[in-house]
Nanobody, 121 residues
Framework: QVQLVESGGGLVQAGGSLRLSCAAS????????MSWHRQAPGERRELVAT???????NYRDSVKGRFTISRDNAKNTVYLQMNSLKPEDTNVYFC???????????????WGQGAQVTVSS
């Protein structure tokens, strides 16, 4: 059983900052890519940022220069530092982890429960 538990969401004024955390727990062999996604009501979930096990990162254009994804492999945790927040960043943010359980080739995808981020103008 794997759980991804998110924390750090909340309400902030435009221009402010928030930091999201997502900790993975359970009995698994290793974690590969970790990522953050966001979804507004009635909209499709969109990828915000990705970080590989080698710490290579990628961001959607609208958050480049404002958001930073990082991970602490010892804690099985991924972070999203969000600066210069804008009202259009208001969404529910979900973390995702690609996890391997054994020496075989199969990798499974797990999601966090979601964290509400609200940016007021």
């Amino acid at each position: 059983q794997v759980q991804l538990v998110e924390s750090g969401g909340g309400l902030v004024q435009a221009g402010g900052s928030l930091r999201l955390s997502c900790a993975a727990s359970g009995n698994f062999l290793s974690i590969y890519d970790m990522s953050w996604h966001r979804q507004a009501p009635g909209e499709r979930r969109e990828l915000v940022a990705t970080i590989t096990s080698a710490d290579m990162t990628n961001y959607r254009d609208s958050v480049k220069g404002r958001f930073t994804i990082s991970r602490d492999n010892a804690k099985n945790t991924v972070y999203l530092q969000m600066n210069s927040l804008k009202p259009e960043d208001t969404n529910v943010y979900f973390c995702n982890a690609k996890i391997r359980f054994s020496s075989g080739p199969s990798i499974f995808s797990y999601w966090g429960q979601g964290a509400q981020v609200t940016v007021s103008s």
